[in-house]
């Protein structure tokens, strides 16, 4: 949660410091300095981040990158560096070349708002011509945030990164081609549809009349489906609020016992290693013993069943569905250490 308020800090640093940077010097200081030090890095420790890199090429010599990022004294990115005003587009090359002169697997091309992530997926060692992940900080988007979060200091690994990336550069290249034939259809979308619908041959005139069709059908059909999860999404708050209510109504009724507030203890003391203790509180109904994190009772990570003839643990998978598991002691708990922080974390994400 952290993490992601950082970035939403930057963007609206992006937007505010924007008009006054007049200079890729200043851009460099007042964005892209502060963005390497988001993740992690000290930007004044040379055995984190050099500026002015030395990447030479071949026999041409004094060539130099903007920032380079060092992991064990090796590079592990680097950064090439414009000034805000500057379109991107044209600038690619000049990485690339950088990108094969030096040991780093990553690439970045920014101009402070900006920031292009490069690898080298198509062939070793040379930069592919696209970006496998673009975060445009003047429209940022919170799924972005793990995928930069991946590039901390804390959290770095080379193969994680890679494994992912591919999968991000051509998911990335489909949203762009759907928001294009979205918005003015193809030829070709068009007739992928029409052979479908029309039986006779598709003139030009045919053609025309079936990408106004098109375009509005593929648009509702598109806001329908979010109409529909939105929907879903709400009922499912309601359904969540009116259960706290009942429980609030029957909590006179509840009686807490010792074994229960042992369970959380055991819980709490498993939890408690990725998460700060006291985010972790319990909260008892007629029908369970929950475990929650921020007492909120969105946020579980466990409910103990003990009240019956049987003693069961419930575990939640990422849906928020409870598999109950049954259990022969309390010790048993232990047993699903690795479930229970998974289940922790997944909240802080």
């Known amino acids: 949660m952290e993490f992601i308020n950082s970035l939403k800090n930057f ?19 007042g964005l892209i300095m502060p963005f390497i030090q988001l993740l992690g890095y000290d930007v004044f420790n040379p055995m984190e981040v050099i500026p002015e890199y030395v990447a030479d090429i071949g026999t041409k010599k004094g060539e130099k990158v903007d920032y380079a990022i060092l992991q064990d004294n090796e590079p592990i990115m680097i950064i090439e560096c414009k000034h805000w005003k500057e379109n991107l587009d044209v600038h690619n090359s000049q990485l690339h070349r950088y990108f094969h002169a030096s040991k780093a697997r990553f690439g970045v091309l920014t101009n402070g708002a900006e920031y292009r992530f490069y690898t080298d997926l198509e062939e070793a060692n040379k930069m592919d011509a696209e970006p496998f992940l673009t975060v ?5 988007k919170e799924h972005d945030v793990n995928e930069v979060k991946k590039f901390h200091k804390s959290n770095f690994d080379v193969d994680k990164i890679i494994d992912t990336a591919s999968e991000l550069k051509y998911s990335s290249a489909i949203k762009e081609i759907l928001e294009k034939e979205l918005n003015e259809p193809s030829e070709e979308f068009v007739k992928y549809f029409g ?47 009116v259960e706290e209510v009942v429980e609030e109504v029957d909590d006179n009724r509840i009686e807490t016992t010792e074994e229960e507030i042992e369970g959380y203890h055991i819980v709490r003391s498993i939890v408690r ?32 069943h003990l009240n019956g003839s049987k003693k069961y643990l419930g575990l939640f998978d990422d849906n928020k569905k409870e598999e109950k598991i049954l259990i022969e002691k309390l010790d048993d708990i ?10 922790a974390l997944r909240y802080m994400n």
């Open 273 to 304: 290693t990725k998460i700060e203790p006291e985010r972790i509180v319990h909260r008892d109904t007629q029908s369970y013993f929950g475990i929650l994190i921020d007492d909120n009772n969105r946020k579980p990570i466990c409910r103990l």
């Open 136 to 140: 445009d900080f003047e429209n940022f």
């Open 334 to 343: 232990y047993n699903y250490e690795e479930k229970l922080i998974e289940a």
């Open 11 to 29: 963007a609206e640093r992006v937007a505010t410091l924007k008009p006054n940077l007049e200079t890729e010097e200043a851009t460099k200081n």
């Open 195 to 241: 052979r479908q619908i029309y039986n006779g041959k598709i003139t030009a005139k045919v053609l025309e009349q079936l990408t106004g069709i098109v375009k509005k059908a593929t648009n509702q059909s598109i806001k329908e489906i979010v109409n529909d999860r939105l929907h879903s999404a709400l009922k499912k708050e309601e359904e969540a609020v």
